[in-house]
């Protein structure tokens, strides 16, 4: 009988719950707490999902069951890093399995790494770049900065108020076409459609598909068919409120000047792409010294997604842009002994289909049903090409990293 044989449990639970806070996929949660416990000299059967953990612990005669309900987390990479950190100094046996508890448990409870004004900053951040690769115009993007604040104040206040939580997607995005729509007639550079996509492109769950994608690949079937359902519910949520605003304005607003609309300089793709990055970096808690390398996959992804689409096809440019993040992100990960996932998510944020799967619903709530399915399909093409680089990059190169 192992007489911490309970405290390893302890120690496990409180890993995989402030993992599943961090944000991480079911498969990565499952991973690491296999092997973990498997370091610890205890057996693992478990099954995670977006809410919850299963899990039976055994060790010799000992064994116990545990069901756990979570709160899905929002993507928190500098929390995931240093409770990886101190996970591994207790399996390497350098630190007391209780001294590592509280370390994990005082990194999954504490305060933000970031300053809130500048999470606030981020929403702008994206926002307004977000309109330089839609080719808006120099009023777009000040209209999608400011709503990009709103939104981002929104998100600070709404962490504080649990009815708030649920209506934050709402909120967002009539308030997105509500600005734009009462502006629009007053204003002839100004595009609504573009200025409300780029207010509300945060909110979109372009992520959360092509994970769902990758558990399911992964023969994750709950945590896959759960995480795709819940990805379907927040956009639908989202784009109902913003069919339903637009209607409600268009019978009462004056019509919006028909005009032809210059675009942005060619230039400003790259400062307007850069600031989108970024955006992105600080949603997602990136520390500061891992921001270079993040930023770089994250560019370099874009870049290929952006030349390789005109000339190699949809397929096989998000597969290379896939397999490009997977490699890059496990050779780090192997050099400088850090998750991989610190790298992956911002290099596959800036190609994720959000943007096209929120058209194919807003074409599905305007009657047009062709447009609503050749959308969809290709959504569904580009999750289906980036999950399968993700797979052959991490063929090439494995991880040795369960995060």
């Known amino acids: 009988m192992d007489p911490l044989f309970n405290t390893k449990v302890d120690f496990l639970l409180l890993l995989g719950r402030s993992l599943h806070g961090c944000g991480a996929a079911a498969h990565h949660v499952e991973r690491a707490l296999v092997k973990a416990a498997a370091n610890l000299g205890l057996l693992c059967e478990l099954l995670a999902f977006p809410t919850g953990i299963i899990a039976t612990f055994t060790q010799g005669e000992q064994q116990k069951t545990v069901v756990i309900r979570n709160e899905p987390g929002q993507i928190d990479l500098a929390k995931l890093s240093r409770i990886d950190e101190a996970a591994d100094l207790v399996i390497d046996g350098k630190r007391s399995i209780l001294e590592g508890m509280q370390t994990i448990e005082s990194i999954h409870l504490g305060n933000l790494d970031l ?4 999470l606030v900053l981020s929403y702008a951040m994206a ?17 999608a900065a400011v709503i990009g604040l709103i939104v981002g104040l929104l998100d600070r206040i709404g962490s504080r108020w ?12 009539f308030i997105s076409v509500l600005l734009a729509h009462l502006l629009a007639p007053h204003v002839p550079s100004l595009s609504p459609d573009k200025v409300i996509l780029a207010g509300v492109i ?9 994970v769902s994608f990758v558990e399911l690949s992964t023969k994750n079937l709950l945590a896959g068919t759960s995480r795709l359902a819940g990805a379907t519910g927040e956009l639908l949520k989202i784009v109902f409120t913003v069919a339903l605003t637009k209607a409600i304005l268009k019978a009462s607003a004056p019509a919006a000047f028909d005009v032809t609309l210059a675009p942005l300089p ?20 990136v520390r500061p010294r891992n921001m270079p390398s993040a930023f770089l996959v994250s560019m370099a992804s874009y870049t290929i997604a952006r030349i390789g689409g005109s000339l190699f096809g949809t397929e096989l440019t998000f597969f290379v842009a896939g397999a490009f993040v997977a490699m ?7 050099i400088l002994k850090r998750p991989g996932m610190i790298t992956m ?4 944020i800036l190609i994720v289909p959000g943007s096209i799967n929120y058209r194919g619903f807003i074409a599905m709530f305007e009657h047009d049903v062709m447009d609503t399915v050749t959308t969809v399909f290709t959504v569904v093409i580009i999750a289906v090409s980036i999950v399968a680089g993700l797979f052959f990059g991490n063929t090439v190169i494995p991880p040795r990293r369960s995060l």
Do not use: Y
């Open 115 to 118: 300053p809130r004004w500048l």
């Open 127 to 143: 926002s307004a770049g977000m309109i330089t690769a839609l080719r808006g115009s120099w009023t777009d993007l000040a209209l």
């Open 162 to 173: 649990e009815p708030m939580r649920q209506l934050f997607g709402a909120m967002a995005s």
């Open 202 to 210: 945060v909110l979109l769950p372009g992520l959360a598909l092509v």
């Open 266 to 285: 060619a230039w400003t793709e790259l400062p307007g792409v850069t600031a989108l990055a970024f955006g992105f970096l600080l949603l997602f808690r």
């Open 328 to 334: 890059v992100s496990n050779l780090l990960a192997r």
């Open 345 to 348: 998510l911002p290099g596959i």
